[in-house]
């Protein structure tokens, strides 16, 4: 059974974006003063993890809303949830 792209997004679940998060804590570390280059130096393969995990879900995003502009309307119908 094929998916509709709504559905897909309807059940998606909800997170953050992995380098939003990331950027949070580098400024409250920075805020706080314990923001230096050992500390930077150390967490350079958890940067780089949630840049690439952030790559993949804005990739996977834009697939969807790529499918979802290209769907077929459906005349009378309202989609679940609006």
Known sequence: MKISPLEFL???????NPALSMCRKLQ?????????????KEMVKTIELAISQATDDIK??????ERLFNSQSVAMAIPTGF
Request: hydrophobic residues 40%; without cysteine.
């Open 10 to 16: 309807i059940n998606a679940p909800e997170e953050v």
């Open 28 to 40: 409250r570390l920075e805020l706080a003063g314990e923001l230096d280059s050992t500390t930077m």
């Open 60 to 65: 996977a995003v834009e697939q969807t809303k």
